[in-house]
């Protein structure tokens, strides 16, 4: 288990500004009670933050062909058809899984293949559980075709809570099952579009973890 970089100067700020304010709270005020109970609420805070940080080290041991594998930890929120209008163009199936304040909240790409397609569109904060959240709310499309020749699309969503979204892929850029696509701050959603002859391989409610559990299979 390790600190995701995105989380480290956060961590460091944080520990400098709950320092601070336990300092004079131990100095300043009546023995034990009242700096105690700060104190332990200071560290409450600190554990959540680190929580939302942590990067364990994966490696996908499953067959790569054809296979698609879950881009984040988190619960199955959806599976539909819809219209994916931005890289596809065209009708797919939407598979999203939403991240609890609890899950690890690095990305991971779905498949191996190249990246073909990166935007970043500014939008608001609805909650990630909104179907319209995939369409207002801030967030990143990659577009990815497969060493196979599909196509699909991955977009990072934000939520009410999370609000920055770090995309690390780039056009032409190697997607690999085991590298990171991106991480979002705080969490949210992903939603990945694939080709309508996928074999889905996951139920509602679900839970999967990114770059661990195998989600579709494409056709051939």
């Given at each position: 288990m390790k600190i995701h970089r995105e989380g480290t100067n956060i961590l460091i700020l944080l520990f400098i500004v709950l320092a601070a304010l336990n300092a004079p709270v131990w100095l300043f005020m009546p023995p034990y009670t009242i700096?105690?109970?700060?104190?332990?609420?200071?560290?409450?805070?600190?554990?959540?933050?680190?929580?939302?940080?942590?990067c364990p080290k994966r490696k996908y041991r499953g067959p790569r062909k054809n296979m698609v594998v879950s881009s984040v930890d988190g619960r199955v929120v959806a599976i539909e058809r819809?219209?994916?209008?931005?890289?596809?163009?065209?009708?797919?199936?939407?598979?999203?899984?939403?991240?609890?304040?609890?899950?690890?909240?690095a990305n991971w790409y779905p498949v191996?293949?190249?990246?073909?397609?990166?935007?970043?569109?500014r939008?608001?904060?609805?909650?990630?559980?909104?179907?319209?959240?995939?369409?207002?709310n801030e967030r990143s499309t990659i577009g990815i075709v497969t060493?196979?020749?599909?196509?699909?699309?991955?977009?990072?969503?934000?939520?009410?809570?999370?609000?920055?979204?770090?995309?690390?892929?780039?056009k032409g850029h190697e997607a690999n099952i085991d590298g990171h696509l991106g991480?979002?701050?705080?969490?949210?959603?992903?939603?990945?579009?694939?080709?309508?002859?996928?074999e889905i391989l996951v139920e509602m409610k679900q839970n999967v973890k990114g770059g661990i559990t195998p989600v579709a299979r494409l056709k051939s």
């Open positions: 700096p105690g109970v700060f104190s332990a609420i200071s560290i409450v805070v600190y554990l959540f933050v680190f929580n939302f940080f942590r819809v219209f994916e209008p931005e890289y596809l163009k065209s009708e797919a199936i939407m598979l999203s899984v939403f991240m609890s304040p609890l899950n690890v909240h191996d293949g190249t990246v073909e397609y990166v935007r970043h569109h939008g608001r904060f609805l909650s990630a559980y909104l179907p319209k959240s995939s369409t207002e060493n196979g020749g599909a196509r699909l699309t991955a977009r990072q969503i934000a939520g009410a809570m999370a609000r920055r979204i770090v995309t690390y892929a780039r991480f979002i701050k705080f969490g949210s959603r992903v939603d990945l579009y694939l080709p309508l002859d996928s």
